[in-house]
């Protein structure tokens, strides 16, 4: 992993909820690979392997899932960015029951 504590300000809109100086890639790390593996861009998710090991990244994909993927993503995640075809997962620790994608309310309309 490399030395650099910080965030890249590319990855603030993944992480639109906190403040990037408040995240630690030590400390947050599942966080942290959760977001990038559900809503980054194929750069975000280059920067994500070059800060993590593939070994890392599997060990928390695995170990401790996060239900907020969409199930188009948890499938090309799990199948083809990790090569976990043959691994059984219980995708409804993964899959977020919320489908389609999610709009911002106008304003007033609550």
Same mark, same amino acid.
């Not at 300000?9 to 403040?19: C, D, E, G, V």
């Not at 994909?61 to 899932?65: A, I, Q």
């Given at each position: 992993?490399?030395? +650099?504590?910080k965030l890249p !300000?590319?990855?603030?809109? @993944?992480?639109?909820?906190?403040?990037l100086n408040h995240l630690n890639i030590y400390? %947050?790390?599942n966080y942290i690979i959760h977001q990038i593996l559900i809503y980054g861009t194929m750069e975000d @998710? !280059?920067?994500?392997?070059? +800060?993590?090991s593939k070994k890392e990244i599997i060990g928390v994909?695995? %170990?401790?899932?996060s239900k907020n993927y969409p199930a188009e993503v948890y499938h090309f995640i799990k199948n083809y960015l990790l090569n976990l075809k043959s691994l059984e997962l219980e995708a409804d620790k993964y899959v977020t029951s919320v489908s389609g994608?999610? !709009?911002?309310?106008a304003s007033g309309s609550f």
């Open positions: 992993m490399k030395k +650099t504590m !300000r590319s990855l603030k809109p @993944i992480f639109w909820s906190n403040n400390k %947050n790390k @998710i !280059r920067w994500l392997f070059k +800060t993590y994909f695995v %170990n401790k899932p994608p999610v !709009r911002q309310r």
